[in-house]
């Protein structure tokens, strides 16, 4: 496992994905679940809240997000009219518990401010939704030096837009970034903006 000291110190910035990276995307999601499992209960009366949470989380685990209203939609019977209550859950949900940042994420973080070191957050995910998990999180007094981009304003990655307006704006070169991501498309966009990249598992 690495720590900060183990990282160049001539890096200036670092650059962070939001989902997966700075904390487990699962664990909005399953409160989203959870949250349109109770409101279906409270609506329709079955199923129970239990039984469809167990159900989104099993599916979830097994085979991700993708096309998870259908399948319960199809288990269940759940009426096509609730689609749209599912899909707004997403953006808007009040989430019953704070998100939780990975504790290796947190350290780094925290040594990287105390180094007087710039951390910017670009995030691929819908703006409204991402930020609607960031005002969510627990940052740890982190958040007046986090700067947060939503790489939909401009190109999503890999296109590296949004780092070079970045640098442009903090007077940085790209030999002074670090990306720190954990899939392909941050490894990519890491080289296609120039910048050294790191795999946040190095740090989990």
Not at 56 to 61: E, G, L, P, W
Not at 153 to 168: C, G
Not at 176 to 195: L, Q
Request: proline residues 4%.
């Amino acid at each position: 496992m690495l720590d900060y000291k183990d990282l160049d110190p001539r890096k200036k910035a670092f650059v962070f994905e939001l989902d997966d990276v700075i904390y487990p995307e699962k664990d909005y999601l399953l409160q989203v679940y959870y949250l349109f499992s109770n409101f279906i209960e409270f609506t329709e009366g079955v199923p129970s809240s239990a039984e469809l949470t167990a159900f989104f989380k099993n599916v979830y685990d097994h085979h991700g997000e993708e096309g998870i209203f259908d399948k319960a939609q199809e288990a269940f019977g759940i009426d096509e009219k609730y689609r749209e209550n599912f899909d707004r859950l997403h953006y808007t949900a009040i989430l019953p518990l704070k998100l939780l940042m990975f504790s290796g994420v947190l350290k780094l973080m925290q040594e990287i401010i105390i180094d007087r070191k710039q951390i910017f957050i670009i995030t691929n995910g819908k703006p409204e939704i991402q930020l609607n998990k960031i005002r969510q999180m627990e940052w740890n007094g982190l958040e007046p030096y986090l700067k947060v981009f939503y790489a939909e304003e401009t190109k999503l990655k890999p296109e590296p837009d949004i780092l070079t307006y970045i640098l442009n704006d903090n007077n940085l070169l790209r030999k002074d970034v670090m990306v720190i991501g954990t899939t392909e498309i941050d490894e990519e966009f890491a080289a296609s903006c120039g910048a050294d990249y790191i795999n946040v598992a190095d740090f989990l």
